[in-house]
């Protein structure tokens, strides 16, 4: 016989046994998911490091040469390119025995000496600048972008244009407008990164991603319409070649280059390809910035 309370009792203990065994089993149901889960990421991470190793295994078979389908003659080009920039190096030191070379006296100007002295530990030098009377330097929105592309020389032009007593430039990439987390902080962070600068002074900016970056040149427009915008192009070839030797350091090939029979070719839509359709770029600037600006 089952006293009512007796009953009541057995029913409490019966519910908390079932609440403790839910408990249970969710535990172990999550447990047992995770471990599946993580197993089954290792075994993808273990087969991707296979595949990897087969590949570059392969391209040691073969030379390790990227022989890009029918673009050998590009890849010939290249090739010359770089050697003759490499000899003109060579013969420019061999002509100026001494004198050390230096991204400031790279060759290009008719007296490395005059130029060098326009450098004064990053300052300009006085008998070649003269600031504007009673005004003090203050950090300015630049007056001119370098918008792009990459690999076609933005780095060795800034730096030339810097030389230019009457010109100062960023000294590192800013990416206000091409990265969310720079652009979300406004004009105000911009004008930061810039140098400091008199008013008679040109302040340059380069950062070679705005080409392609859909914000970009409406934003510019809206921050000044009449800004000097510098865009430097070459060969888009011997662009690529360049912007995939950098890929190729940084990045695990398969995510640019494919095998198409038996050779290494750069993938179609690789974003170094992208990048250097000029033309497509053109059009969306020219939206903004129409060519009679450029005479102006
Ligand atoms: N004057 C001139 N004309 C043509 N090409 C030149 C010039 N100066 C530098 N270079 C070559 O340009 C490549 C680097 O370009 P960038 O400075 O634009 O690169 S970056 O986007 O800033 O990373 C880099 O090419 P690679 O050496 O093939 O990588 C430089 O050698």
């Known amino acids: 016989m089952w006293s009512p309370f007796l009953m009541r009792r057995h029913r409490f203990v019966a519910g908390w046994f079932a609440a403790l065994l839910c408990i249970v089993c969710l535990h172990l149901y999550f447990t047992f998911n995770t471990v599946e889960k993580s197993q089954t990421a290792g075994h993808r991470r273990k087969l991707k490091l296979q595949h990897e190793e087969k590949l570059q295994a392969e391209d040691r078979k073969n030379g390790d040469r990227i022989v890009a389908g029918e673009n050998q003659s590009a890849i010939k080009k290249y090739d010359q390119v770089q050697q003759s920039r490499k000899a003109s190096a060579e013969n420019n030191a061999h002509n100026r025995p001494g004198q050390q070379e230096s ?11 005059e130029t060098q002295s326009a450098f004064t530990n990053g300052r300009k030098d006085r008998k070649l600048y003269e600031p504007p009377p009673n005004e003090s330097p203050s950090k300015r929105l630049p007056q001119a972008i370098m918008i792009g592309t990459g690999k076609c020389g933005t780095r ?3 730096e030339y244009l810097g030389m230019h007593p009457y010109v ?3 000294s590192r990439e800013v990416h206000f407008f091409d990265r969310d987390e720079n652009f979300d902080q406004g004009l105000g962070w911009y004008r930061a990164q810039m140098p400091t600068s008199y008013s008679n002074q040109v302040t340059i900016e380069k950062s070679p991603a705005y080409v392609e970056h859909e914000r970009s040149a409406p934003e510019i427009y809206k921050m000044n319409k009449t800004i000097r915008l510098i865009w430097v192009v070459k060969d888009p070839v011997v662009r690529l070649m ?3 030797a950098l890929q190729q350091s940084a990045t695990p090939r ?8 038996g050779t290494l070719a750069i993938k179609k839509y690789n974003n170094a390809v992208n990048r250097g359709k000029y033309i497509v770029h053109l059009r969306k600037w020219l939206k903004f910035f129409p060519l009679s600006q450029a005479s102006q």
């Open 242 to 244: 360049s912007a995939v």
């Open 156 to 158: 060795a032009l800034l």
């Open 103 to 113: 991204s400031h006296s790279s060759g290009l100007l008719s007296n490395p000496h």
């Open 254 to 261: 398969h995510f640019y280059l494919e095998r198409i029979n």
């Open 168 to 170: 100062v430039h960023a």
